[in-house]
Nanobody, 120 residues
Framework: QVHLVESGGGLVQAGGSLRLSCAAS????????MGWYRQAPGKERDLVAV???????NYQDSVAGRFTISRDNAKNTVYLQMNSLKPDDTAVYYC??????????????WGQGTQVTVSS
């Protein structure tokens, strides 16, 4: 089995910063893309940022220049550094990873979500 465990969410004032972490654990052979999605109340889940195994990144336009995604392949962990936070960034943030697990095919895995609330 594979698990993604997120940490680092919380309440912050506008203009502040938070750092999210997501660690993948279990019987993992390899991990390809890792990313962060978010879902605000009443809205669809949207991609925030994604990073490939070699470090290639892609960002949603609304967070480019404020958020930075990174990963530590040795630790199977992905991070999201969020700076200059705005109230519109308030959402549940979900970690996602495309993983080849032992005894399984490549598949998408999700974390349980962590709440980020930005007050004005």
């Amino acid at each position: 089995q594979v698990h993604l465990v997120e940490s680092g969410g919380g309440l912050v004032q506008a203009g502040g910063s938070l750092r999210l972490s997501c660690a993948a654990s279990g019987s993992i052979r390899s991990i390809n893309d890792m990313g962060w999605y978010r879902q605000a109340p009443g809205k669809e889940r949207d991609l925030v940022a994604v990073i490939g195994r070699t470090g290639r990144t892609n960002y949603q336009d609304s967070v480019a220049g404020r958020f930075t995604i990174s990963r530590d392949n040795a630790k199977n962990t992905v991070y999201l550094q969020m700076n200059s936070l705005k109230p519109d960034d308030t959402a549940v943030y979900y970690c996602n990873a495309f993983i080849w697990a032992v005894g399984a095919s490549w598949d998408d895995y999700w974390g349980q979500g962590t709440q980020v609330t930005v007050s004005s």
